[in-house]
């Protein structure tokens, strides 16, 4: 009998379920027999523009450095983006996605004999980070589909070391006002690290939403994550970031990995970052679309949750895995959220126009079939 090397494994990550990305357009035409370029996919979040010119130009011009480890301390984007925010260069911290910053934030300050707290209805990736680093999940009931940042203040305990917001909120679409984070961060004891999940910040348009950045000086404790995945148009050039004290930055780079973004996703971010053009046009996109499938929910009388992202979710009216199967059949491709504990919830990103309506048309059938 040979080896068991799962129960070898230490016991945090052992009991984990492996993070489940959105279906990819080739796995589905393969499992159809449908034509690709026919396939629309609103699963992942992702830009529908594409990436940005200046984006592609940037990568084109830095391929005859493939052969070279990239700058481990990004100078270049840390350069343009810490003058984009008015931030010292020390407080950034680089990573492959914000998500793999959320997972050093764990790694170094989780441990066993520790807790976290999150939200119900909140970033998967969340109780991943806690359970692999052996601390203990707290999950604080939802208010409204979001936070209740009343009661999550209320949840922290002598062994609580950390707090995952997320604004917007990832799946539900859901936000809070820069009042109700004030009042949440003077009830939070100052050795417990506040992580404000800022993945989909540059959609959040509304006035009253807070900008994390403006608040690190009065809030040591506060770290804000955010990514160029999203309005930015680079998913799968995977970079995000966290700005934090300088302290807890020095932290993080002793774990940090040191070539964790490669020079060419690096030459991309630095050209869209200053690209306010494509920008804009990414938000423009994604109000129009928003608009399109709120109005396009509302004649079917579909319920769904008012959302601040690049995504809406709802109620499929029936078990969301089974019409997630029916929608696939239709060459549409969203996101069930069964696993957030949301089982009759499915999570579609917005698209362009035509994309938009091929949903909706595609979800009609099947509401009607």
């Not at 080739?26 to 699963?43: H, Y």
């Not at 441990?111 to 052996?134: L, N, R």
């Amino acid at each position: 009998m040979g080896c068991d090397f799962v129960k070898l494994a230490v016991p945090g990550v052992r009991a984990l379920n492996p993070y489940l990305p959105g279906k990819p357009v080739e796995e589905l035409a393969r499992e159809q027999g449908l034509d690709a370029s026919t396939i629309v996919k609103l699963a992942s979040n992702e830009n529908p523009l594409g990436a940005a010119p200046s984006s592609c130009e940037a990568v084109a011009g830095m391929m005859g450095e493939l052969a070279r480890y990239p700058d481990s301390s990004l100078y270049n984007l840390r350069d343009s983006l810490s003058r984009k925010l008015a931030v010292e260069p020390d407080q950034i911290t680089f990573g492959n996605g914000s998500n793999d910053v959320l997972v050093l934030l764990a790694q170094c300050y989780l441990k066993e004999g520790c807790s976290a707290v999150f939200s119900e209805y909140a970033f998967v990736v969340y109780p991943i980070a806690v359970q692999a680093a052996g601390a203990e999940s707290i999950v604080v009931p939802s208010k409204h589909w979001g936070h209740d940042l009343e009661a999550m203040a209320q949840a922290i305990r002598s062994d609580t070391r950390m707090v995952f917001l997320a604004n917007p909120n990832n799946p539900t679409g859901t936000s809070f006002s820069e009042a109700e984070l004030r009042i949440f961060l003077e009830k939070v004891p100052e050795e417990v690290i506040v992580v404000l999940d800022e993945a989909y910040f540059e959609y959040a348009v509304d006035s009253g939403h807070p900008d994390g950045i403006l608040l690190l000086k009065e809030y040591p404790n506060l770290v804000l994550t955010r990514t160029f995945s999203k309005a930015y148009g680079l998913a799968g050039g995977r970079v995000g970031y966290s700005v934090s004290s300088v302290e807890i930055s020095s932290v993080l780079n002793r774990l940090r990995q040191p070539f964790n973004v490669n020079n060419l996703v690096e030459a991309a971010a630095v050209a869209v970052l200053e690209d306010e053009d494509y920008l804009n046009r990414s938000r423009q996109v994604n109000q129009d679309g928003m608009a399109q499938i709120e109005a396009g929910f509302k004649s079917m009388n579909i319920d769904y949750i008012p959302s601040t992202g690049n995504f809406i979710t709802f109620n499929a009216g029936m078990n969301g895995v089974d019409c997630y199967q029916r929608l696939l059949k239709l060459g549409v491709i969203v996101r069930p959220v069964a696993n957030y504990g949301m089982p009759d919830h499915l999570r579609v990103s917005i698209g362009l126009e035509e994309e938009n309506q091929r949903f909706l048309d595609a979800l009609s059938t099947v509401k009607h079939s």
